[in-house]
């Protein structure tokens, strides 16, 4: 039997008029991991979450949860808990009525509304109005509704967002945790940095399409080594590397060499007798793959 733990987007399209804003995108998220969800603003991540929640019918295709529709769930708040970005709250009601009337509509016990406030670490202000919250705290409730049914699956847009640094270290805890527990945790951001050192895997879009999915391992396979190398007589330099077989690049700061190490470079100057002012191996990082993959000149 199919886990409803597993979240299946299979080939969907969305079409805003002539825009496709999401274009037969398929990608599949396993339960007891954290995974980004990861594009540059615009790419289509939040059309993606709101099509898999129920929230926008699909022009093509279909996202579900282990092959059952978000509407056809038998109780989705105990099946899948969601975070979009722009959670709306009543200003005039306190966190604890909010999460009282959520418990009360889903017949989800009310030991569970203390329980999650103290998850969130909002127990403290549960009963000041939300339209005094900053924004982490307005965070930390809209991830308290989410908890609240206790389910299987979590579905999170930037919940990184407006959190202090104590706050982001503390939330990538608790989707570690929340994933070891056996839940499917999928969480959206723009910047790979911001979630690097929370999750497992990696699904990147870019323009409504899938560029990269994998482990967040299988990105940095992605790395390229390169060296930065110059000389008081730059010709000269690209000259010999290039008589040396070199692929060679000029930028600003000197010569690009990419896929070898500095000790050729430094070698093949050497032998050509060419004096160098610069020698230094360069590993683009994580966050350059990823803005190279989104094709990010941001
Ligand atoms: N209701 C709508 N009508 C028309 N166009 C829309 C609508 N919703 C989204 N779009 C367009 O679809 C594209 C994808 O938007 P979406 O909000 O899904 O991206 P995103 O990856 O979530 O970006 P962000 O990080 O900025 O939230 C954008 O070009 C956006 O302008």
């Given amino acids: 039997m199919t886990d409803v733990r597993t979240i299946e987007v299979e080939a969907v399209t969305k079409r805003f008029g002539a825009v496709a804003a999401v274009n037969s ?86 030991a569970r509304i203390d329980a999650t406030l103290d998850l969130v670490g909002l127990s403290e202000f549960a009963d000041r109005r939300v339209g005094g919250y900053s924004l982490g705290m307005r965070q930390r409730l809209g991830l308290a509704s989410a908890l609240l049914g206790d389910p299987g699956v979590l579905v999170l847009d930037e919940p990184i967002n407006g959190l202090d640094p104590e706050g982001i270290k503390w939330i990538r805890s608790l989707l570690r945790a929340l994933a070891g527990e056996g839940r499917t945790v999928l969480v959206s951001s723009h910047l790979l940095s911001e979630v690097q050192q929370s999750v497992d895997d990696v699904i990147i879009i870019a323009r409504g399409e899938l560029v990269h999915e994998g482990t967040l391992s299988s990105l940095s396979a992605g790395d390229s080594l390169s060296v930065l190398v110059d000389a008081p007589d730059r010709a000269a330099l690209a000259a010999a590397l290039s008589a040396a077989g070199f692929t060679v690049t000029a930028a600003r700061a000197g010569l690009v060499v990419v896929g070898v190490e500095a000790e050729e470079v430094g070698r093949a100057a050497f032998a050509a007798g060419v004096p160098l002012s610069t020698l230094h191996r360069q590993s683009s990082g994580l966050e350059e793959t990823f803005l190279h993959l989104v094709g990010g000149d941001r």
């Fill in 25 to 110: 995108l398929s990608f599949q998220v396993a339960p007891g991991r954290v995974t980004g969800f990861l594009g540059p603003n615009g790419a289509g991540k939040t059309t993606t979450l709101r099509m898999l929640l129920g929230l926008v019918r699909p022009t093509e295709g279909r996202a579900t949860f282990g092959g059952v529709a978000y509407a056809d769930l038998d109780s989705p708040l105990r099946t899948v808990g969601a975070a979009l970005e722009a959670a709306s709250f009543h200003p005039g009601r306190s966190a604890r009525n909010h999460l009282a009337i959520l418990a009360t509509a889903s017949r989800i016990p009310r």
